[in-house]
């Protein structure tokens, strides 16, 4: 059987465990809260946002407005765009994420009065420019329907945590880029409805959000692991998205969340690893936490305002050191 080259990273590992436990959180915070308002609201987020990613310059407001059925002052390619959108998504709970046939159903109604030939495959050679150099060359169109094959039979055969086969099969699809337009907007939408296998809730948990607000980084990931031929750093940067996206969509960061000792999850992690290694440094702490290095160091520098630890030493020989939590 075809397996997409991929590794899964101790990062990857460690995101694994911490998306599963905020999954119970976020779904506990939703079912507070007025569901069906939730649901339309985060709704919106995600066809906004996934749009916008793809250049559309449509408001959120005005995304609610066409989904209320009002009349929007707009290019109208624009609002085709948010009016396909929203059928398409619309049909999340009747999409087989193992179907090749509903991809191409998905993508008709994605992409319907926008381009030639919605819901066929790529009859031509396709790229990704920044500016007039060559990001990206996509495999020749003949090659597209034993590659999108061979992708599907692997992600309904495969072992790998749905996480991982979710990040893998989007990338995948960039990079086959099976379609003339619209390949983007698919590959989010099918990463949803792969997760969706796991877990109900990501069929209303807007990570296209959170991707928007980080698309530089989004297209980074993609292009290192294109560059890599492997794609573990973009299971890594999706990974770190998804938990985003739980973390602030239940109106929670990993800031706000404290315990009886007065600290947050993230914080009580990385003090953790501090016990088991003092002389861990802020780019190993980010690995084995599955977060950032800014994060870490973020992390690192509010525990020593608290008075938690103690730096000792130099940065390249020191070590920290972990006052009594009883005393504070």
Not at 248 to 258: R, Y
Request: glycine share 6%; proline share 3%; charged share 25%.
């Amino acid at each position: 059987m075809y397996k997409p080259p991929f590794t899964v990273s101790s990062k990857a590992i460690n995101l694994i465990a911490e998306i599963s436990s905020q999954i119970e959180r976020y779904t506990i915070n939703m079912e507070q809260g007025d569901l069906h308002k939730l649901r339309r609201a985060n709704r919106i987020k995600t066809i906004h946002s996934s749009l916008a990613i793809e250049g559309n310059n449509l408001s959120e407001g005005e995304v609610q407005a066409i989904l209320n059925g009002k009349k929007v002052v707009a290019p109208l390619k624009e609002i085709q765009e948010v009016r396909n959108a929203i059928k398409t998504y619309e049909l999340f709970s009747k999409l087989n994420p193992f179907s090749v046939q509903d991809l191409l159903l998905a993508h008709k109604t994605m992409m319907s009065g926008l381009i030639d030939q919605p819901g066929k495959f790529r009859k031509g050679g396709v790229g990704v420019f920044e500016g007039n150099k060559p990001i990206h060359i996509a495999p020749a169109a003949e090659r597209v329907k034993t590659l999108i094959d061979d992708l599907f039979n692997w992600l309904k055969k495969a072992d790998d945590h749905l996480l991982i086969r979710s990040c893998v099969f989007h990338y995948e699809l960039e990079f086959i880029h099976p379609f003339v337009d619209g390949n983007g907007r698919i590959g989010r939408l099918w990463q949803s409805l792969i997760l969706g296998q796991l877990n109900s809730v990501f069929e209303h948990l807007p990570v296209e959000n959170i991707v928007y607000a980080n698309q530089k980084a989004y297209y980074q990931a993609i292009n290192k692991s294109s560059n890599l031929g492997n794609s573990s750093p973009f299971i890594d940067y999706m990974l770190e998205e998804i938990l985003s996206a739980l973390l602030c969509h239940q109106g929670k960061s990993n800031e706000e969340t404290l315990d009886e000792k007065g600290l947050n999850t993230q914080q009580d992690k990385i003090l953790g690893y501090l016990r088991a290694n003092r002389h861990l440094s802020a780019a190993k702490i980010a690995e084995e936490a599955g977060i950032s290095a800014r994060q870490a160091e973020r992390i690192l520098s509010d525990l020593k305002k608290k008075g938690i630890i103690l730096r000792v030493g130099a940065n390249r020989n020191g070590y920290w050191e972990i006052v009594d939590l009883q005393k504070h």
